[in-house]
């Protein structure tokens, strides 16, 4: 069992950064594959970034390739998403999520989910 806990979300002004923060329990944490996920009001959860639980791997949408940056502390247990450049349209929840087998962008196969944190960018 992995138990995902996210943070850093907030109120931003367009062209702002936030970083969020996920961290996970459990003493497995390196061998999870990791990823950050969003859903705004009336649309389908989306795909934001992932990373492979070895050698760190990254994987983005094309919404927010350049703009967003993912990365693992595997001592901390923790996974970041670092938002430059923000949007209106990057206003979501976000959720983190884990999976021991698959990296990749299908939010049906990760096992593990957070409780979202709301990023909410003003223009």
């Known amino acids: 069992q992995v138990r995902l806990v996210e943070s850093g979300g907030g109120l931003v002004q367009a062209g702002g950064s936030l970083r969020l923060s996920c961290t996970a329990s459990g003493r497995t944490f390196s061998t999870y594959a990791m990823g950050w996920f969003r859903q705004a009001p009336g649309k389908e959860r989306e795909f934001v970034a992932g990373i492979s639980w070895n050698r760190g791997v990254t994987y983005y949408a094309d919404s927010v390739k350049g703009r967003f940056t993912i990365s693992r502390d595997n001592a901390k247990n923790t996974v970041h998403l670092q938002m430059n450049s923000l949007k209106p349209d990057d206003t979501a929840v976000y959720y983190c999520?884990?999976?021991?087998?698959?990296?990749?962008?299908?939010?049906?196969?990760?096992?593990?989910w957070g409780q979202g944190t709301q990023v909410t960018v003003s223009s």
């Open positions: 999520a884990a999976d021991l087998r698959y990296t990749g962008s299908q939010a049906e196969r990760y096992d593990y």
